[in-house]
């Protein structure tokens, strides 16, 4: 795993992983911040759930990998999603939950009132802003 430090080294580092088309997985609060991704999905809702899922992985049309920045859901989100198309995934924590650092996630199905998970998630990196946390 690499873990760099600071917002300012995640161009570099998408380049060192050869990612150039990458989409950012996030809330709507940090959905505009300044950031070398190609598009955004903004849509991360409470609890990563299924829907919300589905939803980025149509965005994903085009990338070549995955920021998810963000709380837990936004990083679980981002993981489900990395699962789900096999895109590698630079994960940006605002929180110290340590979510960043396993391949497993969290999800809801709230049609069905059940929560659900799994694993296989190609998180590569994590970058720490201490700034946004």
Request: hydrophobic share 45%; aromatic share 6%.
């Amino acid at each position: 795993m690499i873990v760099r430090w600071g917002l300012d080294e995640l161009g570099l580092l998408l380049a060192e992983l050869g990612i150039s088309r990458p989409l950012l997985v996030t809330t709507e609060r940090f959905g505009e911040l300044e950031l070398p991704v190609a598009t955004r999905f903004s849509g991360v809702r409470r609890h990563a759930p299924v829907e919300t899922v589905s939803a980025a992985v149509a965005a994903t049309h085009g990338a070549d990998g995955l920021v998810g920045l963000g709380g837990g859901s936004a990083i679980d989100t981002a993981k489900a999603v990395s699962a789900e198309t096999g895109l590698s995934l630079v994960a940006v924590p605002t929180t110290y939950a340590g979510a960043e650092w396993t391949a497993y996630f969290g999800m809801r199905d709230e049609a069905r009132k059940l929560k659900a998970g799994g694993s296989g998630a190609h998180t590569v990196a994590i970058v720490y802003e201490p700034e946004l946390t």
